[in-house]
């Protein structure tokens, strides 16, 4: 049987390139694929594979001193959700652009927002009502197809979108308000919640173990709706048998949480696409100029 793990942990490392070279032979010895990021900020970390092999590698990860209360969350899927194993040293292991901003101790992210579990996200909410605020820590194409009711929905395209948004006055009504971000996993907000109260939003929360953690207390009862983007092969997941199909396909409008990759190799970008029109293989491109770029290329392939 075969699960995914997902975790991170902020801890300062003095040799980032030492732990890289450490976890890429730890997970190739267990047979894990995934992704994994290594920074002076700390580790993040989603591997897929063997219970066993996962098991090994939570207890020699956690056999690093500063490690060792790291939480793993486990997930559906196995190793071959993934291409491959890659562990890289980065600057830093959420691209927010900001590595020498953000400043970690032994205790975590210095300055960020207050961790809330599930369940004291309601009582916030049942305390103090239209003074509460969802913040969407993530990229805006996965709030398409699943996020908190009423939530704020930046625009942002990559995490380095976030401190031009929050720099833009168009949130300054919130600084005085309780904000919850949220995110996957929850560490896009361990810096946006810093990031945020370095720019002035003076009370500011964020969701213990994130959107993961959140669907797996309230599944599709609570505040959530919709389905969570994940990046690996699966896509998307639900919390229950009774998700609701928040989002709308780009052609015809139709509910969908089906997401495609465009058709033009160069584009990194999704396709948000009703299973109905993706048979046309001509909508399966993200923008004109993609189905553009494609065209120009099999006109310019040498005939057999």
């Known amino acids: 049987m075969q699960k995914i793990l ?56 956690k056999s690093y001193q500063g490690f060792h209360d790291t939480v793993f969350k486990w997930s559906d899927g196995g190793a071959d959700d993934f291409p491959r194993m890659s562990v890289k040293a980065r600057k830093e292991i959420v ?7 953000v400043e970690v101790d032994e205790r975590g992210i210095k300055n960020g927002g207050i961790h809330l579990k599930p369940h004291q996200v309601h009582e916030l ?6 003074d509460v605020v969802f913040f969407d820590g993530r990229n805006a194409h996965e709030a398409s197809i699943g996020k908190f009711k009423n939530a704020i929905v930046p625009d942002t395209n990559t995490s380095r979108d976030f ?17 919850i971000t949220y995110c996957t996993g929850g560490i896009r907000c361990e810096i946006l919640s810093s990031l945020m109260k370095n720019r002035g939003f003076s009370e500011v929360y964020q969701i213990d173990g994130g959107i993961v953690k959140y669907g797996e207390a309230y599944g599709d009862d609570g505040l959530w709706e919709g389905s969570l983007r994940v990046f690996d092969d699966r896509m998307t997941i639900d919390f229950s048998d009774s998700t609701k199909t928040i989002g709308s396909c780009t052609h015809c409008s139709g509910p969908t949480n089906n997401f495609e990759n465009c058709k033009e190799v160069s584009c990194n970008d999704l396709v948000l696409i009703c299973l109905n029109c993706k048979n046309d293989e001509s909508r399966l491109f993200h923008s004109q100029a993609c189905n553009e770029r494609h065209t120009a290329k099999i006109g310019a392939a040498p005939s057999a």
Do not use: M
């Not at 992704?35 to 897929?48: A, C, Q, Y």
């Not at 691209?95 to 901003?101: H, I, R, T, V, Y």
């Not at 401190?163 to 904000?179: Q, T």
């Open 6 to 61: 997902l975790y991170y942990k902020f801890f300062p490392l003095s040799d980032p390139e030492a732990v890289k070279l450490w976890q890429k032979t730890l997970c190739d010895s267990l047979g894990l694929k995934g992704r994994i990021l290594i920074s002076k900020h700390g580790i993040n970390g989603t591997v897929g594979g063997d219970i066993d092999a996962l098991k090994a590698y939570i207890k020699v990860t």
């Open 95 to 101: 691209g927010f652009q900001a590595p020498d901003e």
């Open 125 to 130: 909410v049942e305390k103090h009502g239209n």
């Open 163 to 179: 401190i031009p948004e929050l720099e833009s006055g168009k949130y300054d009504n919130l600084k005085n308000k309780k904000v």
